[in-house]
Nanobody
Framework: QVQLVESGGGLVQAGGSLRLSCAGS????????MGWFRQAPGKEREFVGA????????YYADTVKGRFTIARDNAKNTVYLQMNNLKPEDTAVYYC????????????????WGQGTQVTVSS
C-alpha cells in the first residue's frame, strides 16, 4: 500500500512558477513509477507527466513539454513537479499518481492516487 500526499499548490500569475511536491509512504516508493495528472473544471482528468522508478525514463504531455519537469528524490520518498511559464489553461487540481511503470501511467493505468492540490493561474 502506498499513500500519497501532495502539497505546493496555490495562486500564481501567468508566466510564474510553482513547484508541487508529493510525499509517499511505504518502503516500496523507490521501486514504483510516479506521475502527475490534472483535472480542470468540467473536464476529464488528463495525464501531465510520468517518471520511472529510476528517474531515467520520463514522459510529458505535449501541452506541458518544455515548461514542466518531474523529478524524484527516493531518499525522501518524494516526487516533484516543477512548473514554469504557467498559463491560465494550466489551472486545475493536480494529482500525484503511482503505478507499475511510467508507460502505464502515461496510458492512465494508476495504482494509487493522491488527494489533489489546486493550482490557479491568473491572467
Amino acid at each position: 500500500q502506498v499513500q500519497l500526499v501532495e502539497s505546493g499548490g496555490g495562486l500564481v500569475q501567468a508566466g510564474g512558477s510553482l513547484r508541487l511536491s508529493c510525499a509517499g509512504s511505504g518502503r516500496t516508493f523507490s521501486t514504483i513509477a510516479m506521475g502527475w495528472f490534472r483535472q480542470a473544471p468540467g473536464k476529464e482528468r488528463e495525464f501531465v507527466g510520468a517518471l520511472s522508478s529510476s528517474g531515467v525514463v520520463t514522459y510529458y504531455a505535449d501541452t506541458v513539454k518544455g515548461r514542466f519537469t518531474i523529478a524524484r528524490d527516493n531518499a525522501k520518498n518524494t516526487v516533484y513537479l516543477q512548473m514554469n511559464n504557467l498559463k491560465p489553461e494550466d489551472t486545475a487540481v493536480y494529482y500525484c499518481a503511482a503505478g507499475k511503470s511510467a508507460s502505464l501511467l502515461r496510458s492512465g493505468v494508476v495504482d494509487y492516487w493522491g488527494q489533489g492540490t489546486q493550482v490557479t493561474v491568473s491572467s
